[in-house]
């Protein structure tokens, strides 16, 4: 069965600076992978995807995530934190099935 | 506007009564899923539709039934809710299911609470 995990419940960030939020996955096959942001009060808006090719993906708002197949892991990231990023993020994974598992979220704070 | 649409965004019901939630969206995407979403659990997947008339169990289906009789809808309906229901509900839906690479839009939510 596909799983993921979002180690850290919260990150904590000051502006300005860059952030990381991991997540590491298991799945039978070639994964898909996903990862989507909750602002508050409010449904999930996409972020970015990875398929296939190279393992540094851009997506919106000036996100990106590395792919590394031999750490089964895909870390959101950005080179410059700002305070709307504060929110709630959560990775996803979909394999050969037609579901798709999310990891529990990892709350992003970014500070003034 | 491409949206996914959930009515309604609130409820509080009691034990035992029957509830529809609706969910319906105009993008023409062929699968569509719900979810809920606990704290500390992140989001599960409920029941997911390939398409019209095809349904299936998601990872905690117990408790709820779902149909797709047309392309835009996809109710979600606890015939006797129960408290350990009570959750933040999300529909959402994609352009393909068959393609696992399709990102899901999600609708708004809807906050259900049963006592």
């Known amino acids: 069965a596909q799983s993921v995990a979002q180690p850290e419940d919260q990150v904590n960030v000051a502006e300005g600076n860059p952030l990381t939020v991991k997540c590491t996955y298991s799945v039978s096959g070639n994964p898909y992978l996903f990862w989507y942001v909750q602002y508050p009060n409010r449904g999930l808006q996409f972020l970015l995807k990875y398929i296939t090719g190279d393992n540094l993906v851009k997506g919106s708002y000036g996100f990106e995530a590395e792919f590394n197949k031999s750490q089964t892991s895909f870390h959101l990231k950005k080179p410059s934190a700002l305070v709307s990023d504060s929110a709630l993020y959560f990775c996803a994974v979909r394999d050969i099935s037609s579901t798709l598992t999310f990891g529990k979220g990892t709350m992003l704070l970014v500070s003034p | ?115």
């Open chain 2, 1 to 115: 506007e491409a949206q996914v649409t959930q009515n309604p965004r609130y409820l509080i019901t009691v034990t035992g009564k029957k509830l529809t939630v609706t969910c319906s969206q105009n993008m023409n995407h062929e699968y569509m899923s719900w979810y809920r979403q606990d704290p500390g659990l992140g989001l599960r997947q409920i029941y997911y539709s390939m398409n019209v008339e095809v349904t299936d169990k998601g990872d905690v289906p117990e408790g709820y039934k779902v149909s797709r009789k047309e392309k835009r809808n996809f109710p979600l309906i606890l015939e006797s809710p129960s408290p350990n229901q009570t959750s933040l509900y999300f529909c959402a839906s994609s352009l393909s299911g068959g393609d696992r690479w399709s990102e899901q839009y999600f609708g708004p939510g809807t906050r259900l609470t049963v006592t």
